[in-house]
């Protein structure tokens, strides 16, 4: 099974529904060291890298930013 890079997730709600997939990713031995970059345009999506994400990005964003992100999460 080929496993991604990183994982791009648009996450709308910052609650235990919301983030569950973002969790999950993290919390799994086999999948904990891929990136997760949370894309959104909650208030309050910082909130989001306390509980499981490595990286987040406020939408509307320019796709430069993606890339950037992107290249610092798989470098690290």
Known sequence: MNKPAAVFLDIMEI?????????????QEQTSHIPVIVLSTHPRI???????????????FDISVILDVLKEQLAA
């Open 15 to 27: 609650t235990e529904r919301g983030t569950e997939l973002c969790r999950l990713i993290k919390e």
């Open 46 to 60: 910082e909130k989001v890298k306390e509980i499981c994400a490595d990286e987040v990005i406020r939408k509307p």
